[in-house]
Antibody, heavy 124, light 107 residues
C-alpha cells in the first residue's frame, strides 16, 4: 500500500524560504523509473505542478518557478524535500506530494497516489 | 507555455452521460490523465495514459483522445460524481501541465 504525507510549517513570512518534506511508504527510489512530484493549489484555485524527482535523481522543474524551487530525495529515508525561496503571499496554498509509477516514457507521467496535502500560509 | 483548455463547468442529469474535454496543441502526441477532486480532498486519479482506469475506479469512467482533444466520459453519472475534474499532460518544455479544471454538477 502506497502512502505519502507532507509535513512542514503552516505559516511562513514573506521573503523566507519554505521547506516541505514528503515522507512515503509502499515504494522505493530503488525501483527503476519511479518518481515523486510536488503540486500546489492556491485556495479556491486549480492545480499547479512545481517539481518532480526520479529514481535516478533526474529532476524536472516548472519553468515559471525553476529559479526558486529545489527538489531533493533521500532514498534511505524514503523522503523528498521541496524548498521554495523568497516566498510571497501568492505562494499560499495547499502543497501536495504525489507518486508517479514507472513508465516507458515521461510523456506518460501521471500521479497515482497523493498525500493529504499541507496548507501553507505566507503572511507577515 | 503549454496550456490545457477545459470548460469551466459541465452539468448533467443523474443517469445521463457527462463528457469533459481537454484541448491543447499536439495533445495527441502525449498522454492525458484525469483527476477528480472533491472539496477538502486530494485529487484522485481516474484515468491515465488516455484511457486506462486505475484499480478501484468504477467502469463508468472512461477516457479517449481524438486529435488534440482528450475527453473524460462518465456514463450513468451519479450524484457522488459531482466534483472538480482536472486533465493533465506532459510537455517536453513545460513538464507536467494541468488544465484549469471543470466543475461537474449533477442536477
Amino acid at each position: 500500500q502506497i502512502t505519502l504525507r507532507e509535513s512542514g510549517p503552516t505559516l511562513v513570512k514573506p521573503t523566507e524560504t519554505l521547506t516541505l518534506t514528503c515522507t512515503f511508504s509502499g515504494f522505493s527510489f530503488r525501483t527503476t523509473a519511479v518518481g515523486v512530484g510536488w503540486i500546489r493549489q492556491p485556495p479556491g484555485k486549480g492545480l499547479e505542478w512545481l517539481a518532480l524527482v526520479y529514481w535516478d535523481n533526474n529532476k524536472r522543474y516548472s519553468p515559471s518557478l525553476k529559479t526558486r524551487v529545489t527538489i531533493t530525495k533521500d532514498t534511505s529515508e524514503n523522503q523528498v524535500v521541496l524548498t521554495l525561496t523568497n516566498v510571497d503571499p501568492v505562494d499560499t496554498g495547499t502543497y501536495f506530494c504525489a507518486h508517479t509509477p514507472p513508465t516507458t516514457t515521461t510523456a506518460a507521467t501521471s500521479f497515482h497516489f497523493w498525500g493529504p496535502g499541507t496548507l501553507v500560509t505566507v503572511s507577515s | 507555455s503549454y496550456d490545457l483548455t477545459q470548460p469551466p463547468s459541465v452539468s448533467v442529469f443523474p443517469g445521463q452521460a457527462a463528457s469533459i474535454t481537454c484541448s491543447a496543441d499536439k495533445l495527441g502526441d502525449n498522454y492525458a490523465s484525469w483527476y477528480q477532486q472533491k472539496p477538502g480532498q486530494s485529487p484522485l486519479l481516474v484515468i491515465y495514459q488516455d484511457a486506462k482506469r486505475p484499480s478501484g475506479i468504477p467502469e463508468r469512467f472512461s477516457g479517449s483522445t481524438s486529435g488534440n482533444t482528450a475527453t473524460l466520459t462518465i456514463s450513468g453519472t451519479q450524484a457522488v460524481d459531482e466534483a472538480l475534474y482536472y486533465c493533465q499532460a506532459w510537455d517536453r518544455s513545460a513538464g507536467v501541465v494541468f488544465g484549469g479544471g471543470t466543475k461537474l454538477t449533477v442536477l
